[in-house]
């Protein structure tokens, strides 16, 4: 398995930075992740969007172009050969001088082998939790998971399944997941402020369209209590159907059938991005 760094692609276990890393020193960095089906990167292009934009807010420069930075994605994808997987982007604050210094980013593009959730959780859906949190820098996709990870052993404690962020009662996303409601009156809406701009999130908004009313707004955790059907939406997970929040049953308990329908529209939506891709290196 091989691993890009910085300049060169290093077998998996030979890829290795510094301690003076301000990634260590200081949890300074950003990362994007995206999927690769049938050894075709899906949506590449708004990953990189968003990877290029991290970078730029939070002052890190990426050596490679774009163009570049797509030809080393696929001399990897090409080397390893790992058809069903993921791909994880990582641009740290650099080898620092004291510590606390920007300095040359590290650049690392690992991939790894990955499975879709098991075939259970989205004809059940899964209970999540609320926590009271805003991600600092929430439109960046920077490297501190410590509250998603902190929060792991009281999700468990309570057989939740993940953690809903909310300040104040405005809920905001899951540490790794966007949110999604339906309402009573079979409107879609999706939080608008202290969020990651997921790239699923941007796919079902476009797809939810064509068939609902959407509102990108303000939700709450009473909206929520309120609802007649919840889903998540990330990479990894696609969309996957909520049916309680804390002690609150959502709508009738059972993950509904616009979340289902989003879906299945969903998985569609990849097998034409397949296609799309395919028809392209063939041209
Ligand atoms: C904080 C946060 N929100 C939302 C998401 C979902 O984004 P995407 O659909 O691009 O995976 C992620 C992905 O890891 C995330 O870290």
């Known amino acids: 398995m091989y691993i890009y760094l910085n300049t060169d692609f290093v077998e998996a276990d030979k890829a290795v930075v510094h301690v003076s890393d301000l990634a260590i020193q200081r949890g300074y960095g950003i990362f994007d992740f995206f999927r690769v089906m049938d050894n075709v990167p899906l949506f590449l292009e708004d990953y990189l969007d968003r990877f290029y934009a991290s970078a730029a807010t939070m002052r890190l420069d990426v050596v490679l172009d774009r163009e570049a930075f797509k030809s080393t994605l696929f001399e990897l994808i090409k080397r390893n050969n790992l058809p069903m997987s993921g791909i994880k982007v990582i641009l740290t604050g650099g080898n620092s001088p004291d510590g606390y210094q920007i300095s040359k980013p590290n650049l690392i593009i690992q991939q790894t082998a990955l499975k879709f959730p098991p075939d259970t959780v989205q004809p059940e859906g899964i209970k999540v939790i609320t926590h009271e949190y805003v991600r600092e820098i929430p439109n960046v996709k920077t490297i501190n998971y410590i509250t998603g990870i902190w929060t792991q052993k009281k999700m468990m404690e309570q057989g939740a399944a993940d953690v809903l962020y909310h300040m104040r009662g405005e ?29 699923t999130r941007k796919h079902v908004l476009e797809l939810a369209k064509k068939k609902f009313t959407i509102n990108e707004e303000v939700v709450t955790v009473n909206d929520v209590h309120q609802a007649r059907e919840a889903f998540l ?47 392209i290196k063939v041209l």
Do not use: M, W, Y
């Not at 999706?190 to 790239?199: A, D, F, K």
């Not at 002690?247 to 296609?275: F, N, S």
């Open 171 to 199: 809920v905001s996303e899951f540490p790794r997941c966007n949110f999604f409601v339906v309402k009573q009156d079979g409107t879609v809406s999706t939080p608008s402020q202290n969020i990651l701009h997921g790239v």
């Open 233 to 279: 939406t990330s990479t990894t997970k696609r969309i996957i159907p909520i049916v309680q929040i804390d002690d609150k049953r959502i709508g009738d308990g059972k993950p509904g059938a616009v979340t289902l329908t989003l879906l299945q529209d969903l998985i569609a939506l990849e097998r034409e991005e397949r296609e799309r891709s395919r028809l």
